[in-house]
């Protein structure tokens, strides 16, 4: 490698070749955000005002915490495409549960459960098999979406008006579903940054045969990530019903890509190891701002998606200058 | 000689020269090869054999020399030329696609197809057989590949290469992982081969069989060539192949003091490698650099694997300090106070993406109470080891991708000291570390020991072998072959043991 060690000195100069702009992602998305939001801001005053911030944080409380759960399992090397499905089958099992007269709270408490043996089961599965956490989930995907069609009957099912503090309710004023998205994003940074469990999790995503090497119980961190994953989609499936107070079994559909998407724009790779939670949030409200510009813009919803997709790859693409430019 | 070998030379190098940062992989070879001679090239790892047969192939380039093939001049070959020429390799490692046919392999990339991109399934299996039936041997063209022996799947690359017609084959280690028998059928064929017409170079680490069918042999020692041999009675003298495979002087070396070994703290009982091979056992004692030696293939990857639980084990008994402990998995050892510096960086000692920080303290976490990481306390304790091991990084944040090699395995290191285990088991210290930098380690290594360590270190560099260890154990077809003390522990001593010359009066394979 090196012949003269006081050489090395100069490896480090060789990150800084591009503008500090690039190389911190999230900083550079912070820009993309406030640049965003002034030009929204200049072309429809609405866009700027208090009431439609918080509208757009209404909007992606979801998503949010959803993303949470796909960065902590894309961080350590996995994924979970059947978090969607996750959500509409507990969705579905809540109001089915209010629907036959059951208990509200213990609705709430199964409806919360499921996600977490599906993330158990998840993690099972892609730890014992040691097949691709993608082509597993996908599969998964299906099996929990098929379950909620079954007990749904493919039927719209109602909260019965039950249960709306989650998703409706107000703190001091605040919209209880956005201080549910502010404490997730916290408690999962803290998560990753200052706890052991966290720092394993990086580390396996990072090199799983270093970590299998360095004592790690592999197999086990995986299960407790997935059913942890499941945890919090959970929570995002309560706040949901909460929220539109009736749901068919598709209710979380897509939520898995663009969670993947909001992950991926934030700066968290594929191949696990990187990316940090306060990206992986301004991955979300990007989505959620370009979103909410665009409708008060008017531009047609078919826009929006296209608006989306350029979007993550041009995301994709700023992240990996650099390993395009060291090759 | 000369005069009666000038027309039919099809290879000849004149004073090669090829320099890795901080090594010289080939110093003034000159090199000849004739029509449809066997030539055997001869040598420890790292020789240079493997670079030297890289350039005739085109993978490296020369930094100066010239090359002469088929009369003509060239500076250096590219993969393409090299082929074009008529020179052919078939390489150790597997390169057949186990899914495919042995004619689709035999016939992969050139396929005969018709114009409209077709496959002629017909006329590929027909050419296979043809080049099968002509080497006299026995293999299905239409069986998949991944269905037939490793000795199978080594004709099929024999095959395939014949396919191209080629005018030089160049052999590395092609019985590395045969038995008696097929040793037997693959030397024919290397006769047959020549008898072509086709010049053949083979490289082998056993020197029975080179004696048995070399016209000539070429000795390499570090980067040189020692000597060219002829061999017209097939009947070599093996001990003094062996002595120009040594010869080096050692005195240049890492010189280390001698340092006072204690008690036994590991014992290892019958231990059992692979399915079917005899039992092992031996110890280590506090203080001591236990070295492992043998060649690729001979077991020593299967006795660290083994000892660090990374394979269920077939079977066999640990003792630490008396005790015996049950070793399952990495993390058995680990808590048993075992670690294991691997010999791939890279792919299993570092996450290279990840801090010198993050690095250092994974296996150790528990060293810290509780679940929540104090930060700053990591940082001063990973400050410390960068401080200690003399890790130059500019900050302990930096990713250890940017570090140089031998900072890099300073860091592993630092993360078992980190760690504070009291067995090291380092295989291959110091692979792709500059000079420099080795003796670095080599200083690490022996302070290690003298603080207390217990160290086992596999390694092919015999230099560093001798230079460190206390005692030396040589591993060959998976069982210990003999224990080498103080005086014996000599390059003849060890290369005689682990190339098979010297049996100790055991069977031989």
Same mark, same amino acid.
């Given at each position: ?83 969607? #499905?996750? +959500? ?5 099992? %809540? ?5 036959? $007269?059951?208990?509200? @709270? &213990? !609705? ?105 090497? #360095?004592? +790690? ?5 995986? %299960? ?5 994953? $499941?945890?919090?989609? @959970? &929570? !995002? ?91 | ?509």
């Amino acid at each position: 490698m090196m012949d003269n060690p006081k050489s090395d000195g100069h490896l480090t100069t060789k990150t800084t070749n591009l503008p500090a702009l690039f190389k911190n992602q999230s900083f550079f998305l912070l820009i993309v955000i406030i640049l965003l939001s002034v030009i929204f801001g200049s072309m429809n005053p609405r866009f700027l005002t208090w009431g439609n911030l918080l509208a757009v944080f209404q909007q992606i409380t979801v998503l949010g915490i959803a993303t949470m759960a796909m960065a902590l399992l894309l961080i350590s090397g996995g994924i979970d495409l059947s978090i969607g #499905s996750m +959500i509409g089958l507990s969705s579905v099992v %809540i109001c089915t549960l209010i629907m036959r $007269g059951s208990n509200v @709270g &213990l !609705a709430i408490l199964i409806g919360f459960g499921i996600p977490v043996i599906c993330g158990f089961i998840n993690g099972v599965i892609v730890s014992k098999s040691k097949c691709v956490p993608l082509i597993v989930t996908l599969g998964m995907n299906y099996v929990y979406y098929g379950l909620a069609l079954v007990i749904s009957q493919g039927l719209f099912l109602s909260m019965k008006g039950n249960f709306q503090f989650l998703g409706r309710g107000r703190v001091f004023g605040v919209p209880m579903p956005m201080i549910i998205v502010i404490v997730m994003v916290f408690a999962t940074h803290f998560l990753l940054t200052y706890t052991k469990y966290g720092r394993r999790l990086v580390a396996m995503g990072g090199n799983e045969q270093l970590a299998y090497l #360095s004592g +790690i119980n592999v197999d086990r961190l995986k %299960i407790m990530n997935y059913t942890l994953s $499941g945890a919090i989609i @959970g &929570l !995002a499936s309560l706040v949901l019903v909460s929220r539109l107070g009736n749901v068919l079994a598709n209710a979380g559909e897509g939520y898995e890509l663009r969670a993947l998407a909001a992950a991926i724009i934030g700066g968290v790779t594929f191949e696990g190891g990187r990316g940090t939670i306060a990206g992986t949030f301004l991955g979300v409200i990007l989505l959620g701002i370009v979103q909410n510009g665009l409708n008060i813009l008017n531009v047609s919803s078919y826009f929006q998606t296209l608006a989306v997709g350029v979007i993550i790859v041009v995301a994709v693409v700023v992240s990996n200058l650099e390993k395009i430019r060291n090759r | 000689m000369i005069e009666a070998g000038k027309r039919d030379y099809i290879i000849q190098a004149h004073h090669i020269f090829k320099t890795f940062p901080g090594v010289k992989a080939l110093s003034n070879v000159s090199f000849d090869l004739h029509q449809s001679e066997i030539h055997c090239i001869v040598g420890e790892n790292g020789a240079g054999k493997s670079t030297f047969i890289k350039i005739l192939t085109g993978s490296l380039r020369p930094d100066s020399g010239e090359l002469m093939v088929h009369g003509k001049n060239y500076k250096y070959l590219t993969p393409y030329l090299s082929q074009t020429l008529g020179i052919q390799v078939i390489y150790q490692e597997n390169i057949v696609v186990p899914q495919m046919t042995v004619a689709e392999n035999v016939f992969v990339g050139r396929e005969k197809a018709t114009r409209f991109g077709l496959i002629r399934y017909q006329e590929t299996i027909q050419a296979t057989q043809k080049i099968i039936d002509s080497l006299k041997i026995h293999l299905d063209p239409e069986a998949p590949v991944e269905k037939l022996s490793p000795a199978e799947q080594q004709f099929v690359k024999i095959v395939k290469s014949l396919a191209y017609e080629p005018q030089v084959l160049i052999m590395d280690e092609p019985t590395a992982m045969f038995n008696v028998n097929d040793v037997k059928v693959v030397l024919d064929l290397v006769k047959d081969i020549s008898q072509r017409g086709i010049s053949v170079i083979y490289i082998s680490h056993r020197l029975e069989e080179i004696s048995e069918i070399a016209d000539r042999i070429t000795v390499f020692k570090d980067g040189q060539i020692v000597i060219t041999h002829d061999n017209p009675d097939k009947n070599f003298d093996l001990n003094l192949l062996t002595r120009e495979m040594v010869g080096r002087s050692v005195e240049t070396f890492y010189k280390k003091d001698k340092n006072t070994i204690g008690e036994v703290v590991m014992e290892v009982k019958n231990l059992k490698l692979r399915r079917h091979s005899p039992t092992i056992r031996f110890n280590l004692r506090k203080g001591e650099i236990l070295g492992i030696a043998g060649l690729v293939g001979s077991g020593r990857t299967e006795l660290v694997r083994a000892l660090f639980g990374m394979d269920r084990k077939v079977s066999g008994e640990v003792l630490l300090r008396g005790k015996p402990v049950n070793i399952r998995s990495p993390q058995d050892s680990i808590r048993a106070g075992i670690g294991l510096i691997t010999e791939d960086r890279h792919k299993t000692g570092l996450a290279l993406n990840l801090s010198v920080i993050k690095n250092t303290t994974i296996a150790g976490l528990d060293q810290y109470p509780g679940g929540i990481l104090n930060l700053n306390q990591e940082k001063k304790d990973v400050e410390h080891f960068i401080l200690d091991l003399d890790i130059k990084t500019p900050s302990p944040h930096q990713e250890v991708r940017f570090l140089s090699g031998g900072n890099q395995q300073k860091v592993v290191l630092a993360r078992w000291l980190f760690k504070n285990v009291d067995i090291l088991i380092f295989d291959e210290p110091t692979i792709g570390i500059d000079v420099n930098s080795k003796n670095e380690i080599y200083k690490l290594i022996t302070e290690l020991a003298k603080e207390g360590k217990s160290i086992v270190m596999v390694s092919s560099e015999l230099p560093e072998l001798i230079a460190l260890s206390d005692r030396v154990l040589v591993v060959k077809n998976g069982r210990i072959i003999t224990e080498l003390n103080d005086q014996e522990i000599t390059e003849e001593n060890i290369i005689s043991y682990a190339f098979g010359v010297t049996d100790d009066g055991q069977s031989k394979e």
